[in-house]
């Protein structure tokens, strides 16, 4: 951890006595994370720490832990609704929202890898498959590649790969 200044450490211990009397405001909280964060920066020794304190010192977010998970959940959300409000269901084989290839490839990167292995494929290629077989049909919508369709009717790996991938499409 990187050693803070003397005057820095001093300003937190005081900010820190202040909250613990209960006179404080929430500016005083926002500075003992701002404050912090050098300390953290140094070799990310608290990667959920820093998350709140960059989320603290810079409110619009575009990046990082809570900003993945956030987009996600978004993303599942406008899903559900799809699903359950507008009675469409996904079909990979089929067009579909954009957001589905980001969801896939969460869910991927989520996954136990013995999940894989068991298919004989593991998160690497899976995740390369997503990238170079789905393509931009019109509109943010989604499908697969004539290329992609093509190795799916003639290689059971690839088969039971996209069989993997549906069942991952499910909610």
Excluded at 13 to 35: C, H, L, P, W, Y
Excluded at 73 to 98: A, G, M, R, V
Aim: hydrophobic share 40%; net charge positive; glycine share 2%.
């Amino acid at each position: 951890m990187k050693e803070l200044p003397r005057s820095t450490r001093i300003g937190i211990a005081r900010t820190i006595q202040k909250i613990e009397s209960g006179n404080f405001d929430i500016d005083a909280v926002k500075s003992v994370f701002i404050s912090l964060r050098p300390a953290c920066t140094h070799n990310n020794t608290n990667p959920i720490f820093l998350e709140i304190a960059d989320l603290i010192a810079h409110p619009e977010r575009d990046r990082g832990i809570i900003m993945k998970g956030l987009s996600f959940y978004l993303k599942k959300s406008k899903q559900i609704h799809s699903l359950f409000f507008k009675n469409e269901n996904i079909d990979l084989n089929d067009c579909f929202p954009f957001f589905m290839i980001e969801i896939l490839l969460y869910n991927i990167e989520n996954t136990d890898p013995s999940i894989f292995m068991k298919r004989g494929t593991n998160k690497k290629s899976l995740i390369k498959f997503v990238k170079n077989n789905f393509i931009i049909h019109k509109d943010d919508v989604y499908k697969l590649s004539e290329e992609a369709i093509e190795l799916i009717k003639n290689d059971t790996i690839i088969k039971n790969t996209f069989a993997l991938l549906q069942e991952m499409s499910r909610l």
